[in-house]
């Protein structure tokens, strides 16, 4: 490393910029990783194409986002105990702006921004085997060369568009949410079609409705959604969590989600019907994480409880929704649980409004777009807005968007065509030195995401100090770790039913995309297992 201990960069007739590590991406995983890599003295520039820090935070900001999973205070960085008792979060799932304001200020308080280049796109990065570098291209113009590159570029970050005839001919106002814009949408007066009834939608959903003339909302997959049962987070709750914040923090570590929570262990046949009914009312009326928390442990591996949660939510559908034949298209057929949990503000409810349409796009498909409407089967609804809720090509999408050539010049399109062939889910073979955080193949969106960024950013941070102290210059899996590897999330996702429904989280929302599931289910054990990996010597790389 020959630049470490100098936080500066070393400039080439000003054409290329030299750096001990490139960091593509300053949401929560990018920041860290610069806030990491520069305690540890080396020298580290950011790139982000957004105009300030936050990542998927900075995009979604659609009307009714906010984070819907197990919440505030333990979704935020644990690194800091400082961080931490200087910030108040005021709800337990907190709304985009209140994530996005508490990311601004971790930015000014760790000085981040003066590392981090915005509304700079990294265009390409290339692997110099002689060097043993890389070099990215940016859209700017600015070249850089690093020992180190890492990619933050977000498991959630890729927008997916649908591929509709006539699409591109629609000529009033269209929106993704997950690139939402950041001028105020007016949806007053206006009628407006969604598609998508992921957490996208069914968080945009009841919100647009409030407001919109009409809205018609077009359904390809119906979703099981759970009350979010938001509150404010009490004073008491975050005095506790600040008094008590390092024995949070070791149960977040030792827990398989990355969360601090016990996790009901029972499992639902061991109860009487009457009983698992009324545990369920019970955590239907609390709602939100008290749900996924305190259901039982084998809902998604046993069909028949699975079954069971999946016919008592369904009538749920049914109490809420007056129209029966708008109940009857919400009615979700899969497994529960087995596309992500979406936690809902309103969603069914939604349904009874009378400026509300469902379109059922399995017995009603999408024939085109006209540039004033929407033309399904049975009809045509003009539109003032389109609204696209449909998701992303997620966890490999950003990294194959970026597309970085690594040894031989082979790019990792080329690599990835069948499978996304990684070790731990942090590196690729014939791609020495460089790294993923979320990457496929890791636990990423199945646990604490900050965290998880953490915890795989101080593995990478000890991995590079290790070759420093042992003057080593590259280091890359072996094919043998890689097929392992593989083998191991699968192994572990064919234990559940989550790989027998299309999600996302099998690719099957991208036509074209290879179909499997590519998480590693166990967070916990696999923060473990990485770092007993460490211990070992780095078992599984080669290094030179
Ligand atoms: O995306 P999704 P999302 N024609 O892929 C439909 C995280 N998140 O943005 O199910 C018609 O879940 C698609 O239908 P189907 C969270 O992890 C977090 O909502 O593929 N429909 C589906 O209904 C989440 O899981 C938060 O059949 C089409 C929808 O669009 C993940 O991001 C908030 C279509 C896409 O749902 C993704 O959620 C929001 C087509 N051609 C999201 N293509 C927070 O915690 C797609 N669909 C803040």
Not at 43 to 59: E, F, I, Q
Not at 153 to 172: E, K, Q, Y
């Amino acid at each position: 490393m020959e630049t470490a201990n100098k936080t500066q960069p070393s400039r080439e007739n000003g054409s290329i910029e030299h750096y001990d590590a490139v960091i593509i991406g300053a949401g929560i995983s990018g920041m860290y990783a610069l806030h990491h890599l520069r305690e540890m003295g080396l020298s580290v520039r950011v790139y982000d194409g957004a105009s300030d820090v936050g990542g998927t935070w900075w995009y979604n900001r659609y009307p009714g986002a906010r984070v819907d999973a197990p919440g505030s205070p333990f979704y935020s960085y644990t690194f800091s105990e400082e961080l931490m008792k200087e910030w108040d979060w005021a709800e337990v799932q907190a709304e985009q702006s209140a994530v996005l304001d508490y990311i601004e200020f971790v930015a000014d308080r760790l000085d981040l921004r003066r590392d981090i280049q915005f509304e700079t796109w990294v265009q390409d990065a290339r692997y110099d085997e002689s060097l043993q570098r890389w070099t990215v291209e940016t859209s700017t113009g600015v070249r850089a060369s690093a020992q180190f590159l890492i990619c933050a570029v977000g498991a959630l970050s890729t927008t997916n568009m649908p591929d509709i005839p006539g699409i591109l001919d629609f000529a009033g106002e269209c929106y993704h949410t997950g690139s939402w814009p950041h001028e105020p949408v007016s949806f007053q007066g206006k009628r407006v079609a969604v598609i998508g009834t992921g957490s996208s939608g069914v968080q945009s959903i009841p919100e647009i409705a409030k407001e919109a003339d009409h809205m018609t909302v077009l359904q390809r997959t119906a979703q099981f959604t759970f009350p979010s049962g938001n509150r404010p987070v009490k004073p008491e709750e975050m005095a506790d969590a600040r008094e008590n914040w390092d024995a949070y923090v070791a149960k977040m570590y030792a827990s398989p989600a990355g969360f601090p929570f016990d996790m009901n262990e029972r499992k639902a046949l061991d109860d009487t019907p009457e009983h698992r009914r009324a545990r369920y009312e019970e955590l239907w009326r609390r709602g939100g994480v008290d749900f996924l928390k305190g259901g039982y442990s084998d809902i998604t591996t046993s069909e028949e409880a699975n079954a069971w949660l999946a016919d008592f939510c369904r009538d749920k559908i049914r109490e809420i929704v007056d129209d029966p034949e708008t109940a009857r298209k919400l009615m979700p057929d899969h497994y529960i649980l087995t596309k992500r949990a979406i936690l809902d503000c309103g969603y069914y409810e939604t349904f009874n409004r009378d400026n509300v349409t469902l379109v059922d796009l399995r017995e009603d498909p999408i024939e085109r777009f006209t540039p004033t409407s929407v033309i399904t089967r049975s009809g045509e609804h003009p539109i003032d807005m389109l609204v696209l809720a449909t998701g992303f090509d997620a966890i490999s999408g950003s990294m194959l968007r970026l597309n970085p050539k690594g040894r031989g010049g082979d790019s990792l399109k080329e690599r990835w065509q069948d499978r996304f062939h990684n070790y731990l889910g942090l590196s690729v073979v014939g791609f020495p030195n460089m790294f993923m955080i979320h990457g496929p193949g890791s636990p990423g969106v199945f646990y604490n995401m900050p965290l998880g960024a953490e915890r795989q950013m101080d593995w990478i941070g000890n991995l590079i100090s290790d070759m420093k102290e042992r003057g080593m210059r590259a280091v890359e899996p072996t094919t043998e770790s890689e097929e392992k590897w593989d083998n191991m999330v699968a192994e572990l996702a064919h234990s559940t039913l989550l790989p027998r429904t299309d999600s996302w989280w099998t690719g099957a929302n991208v036509p074209g995309k290879p179909r499997y599931f590519s998480v590693y289910l166990d967070g916990g054990g696999y923060h473990q297992m990485i770092s007993d990996i460490a211990a070992r010597g780095y078992e599984g790389f080669v290094f030179e």
